[in-house]
C-alpha cells in the first residue's frame, strides 16, 4: 500500500536552532512531492515542489530536498512565525495525492 | 485577489439534519476537491471534480453528496447517514488533476454536531 510517514510528529526548537523535517514515502512511480505550511484554523498554504532525486529548492529559512525514498525539509535559523504544521504530500502517475499526517513545529523565543 | 471561498466558517449539525458546506474559487481552475482533516491523520479525500457535471469518490465518500454545475463552485453536503461528521473541512482546487500541479486550499469550515 503507498504510504506517506512525516517524522517527527512534533519538534520544539529555539529561535536559531536548525534541524529537519522528515518525509519518507513508497509510493512507486513519483509524480511529485508537495510540502504545504498550515496554520491552526486554516487551510495549507503551498511552499515547494520536487520532481525528481536530487533536487532541492529554496523559500526564505527553508530547503526542501528529494531522494528516491525520502524528501527533508530543512529550517535554518527558525523564528517564531515559523510556527505550524508542515505536510507533506505525494503524487503517484496522474493518481490524487497522498497525504502525511504532518510534523507540529514549535520555534520558542 | 484570486482564491478559494469556503463558508461558513463554523457550522453546527444537528442529529438527523443535512448540512451543506460551500466552496466557490475564481482561480478558473478544472479541478476540485473536498478534504477531511481529523486531529493525528492526514487529508483525506472525500470527492473530487475534474470538469463540470463530473464528480469522483475519494476515499471516505460515504454520507457525504456534491455536485459540480457551475466551474466555480463545488459545494458539499454532509447527509445524516454520516455518523461522524465532526472534523475540520477543506476545499482546494488545481489546474488539472492530470498533471502534477500544485493544490490550492480554502480556509477551511469546522463542522460540529450538537
Known amino acids: 500500500e503507498d504510504q506517506v510517514t512525516q517524522s517527527p510528529e512534533a519538534l520544539r526548537l529555539q529561535e536559531g536552532e536548525s534541524s529537519s523535517l522528515n518525509c519518507s514515502y513508497t509510493?512507486?512511480?513519483?509524480?511529485?512531492l508537495f510540502w504545504y505550511r498550515q496554520d491552526p484554523g486554516k487551510g495549507p498554504e503551498f511552499l515547494f515542489t520536487?520532481?525528481?532525486a536530487g533536487e532541492e529548492k529554496e523559500k526564505e529559512r527553508l530547503k526542501a530536498t528529494l531522494t528516491k525514498k525520502e524528501s527533508f525539509l530543512h529550517i535554518t535559523a527558525p523564528k517564531p512565525e515559523d510556527s505550524a504544521t508542515y505536510l507533506c504530500?505525494?503524487?503517484?502517475?496522474?493518481?490524487?495525492?497522498?497525504f502525511g499526517t504532518g510534523t507540529r513545529l514549535q520555534v520558542f523565543p | 485577489d484570486g482564491g478559494i471561498t469556503q463558508s461558513p466558517k463554523y457550522l453546527f449539525r444537528k442529529e438527523g439534519q443535512n448540512v451543506t458546506l460551500s466552496c466557490e474559487q475564481n482561480?478558473?481552475?478544472?479541478?476540485m476537491y473536498w478534504y477531511r482533516q481529523d486531529p493525528g491523520q492526514g487529508l483525506r479525500l472525500i470527492y473530487y471534480?475534474?470538469?463540470?457535471?463530473?464528480?469522483q469518490k475519494g476515499d471516505i465518500a460515504e454520507g457525504y453528496s456534491v455536485s459540480r454545475e457551475k466551474k466555480e463552485s463545488f459545494p458539499l453536503t454532509v447527509t445524516s447517514a454520516q455518523k461522524n461528521p465532526t472534523a475540520f473541512y477543506l476545499c482546494?482546487?488545481?489546474?488539472?488533476?492530470?498533471?502534477?500541479?500544485?493544490?490550492?486550499f480554502g480556509s477551511g469550515t469546522q463542522l460540529s454536531v450538537l
Open positions: 471534480s475534474q470538469i463540470v457535471n463530473d464528480f
Open positions: 482546494a482546487s488545481s489546474i488539472s488533476i492530470a498533471t502534477n500541479e500544485k493544490l490550492f
Open positions: 509510493v512507486s512511480g513519483l509524480r511529485g
Open positions: 504530500a505525494v503524487q503517484e502517475g496522474t493518481d490524487k495525492l497522498i
Open positions: 482561480l478558473n481552475h478544472d479541478a
Open positions: 520536487l520532481y525528481s
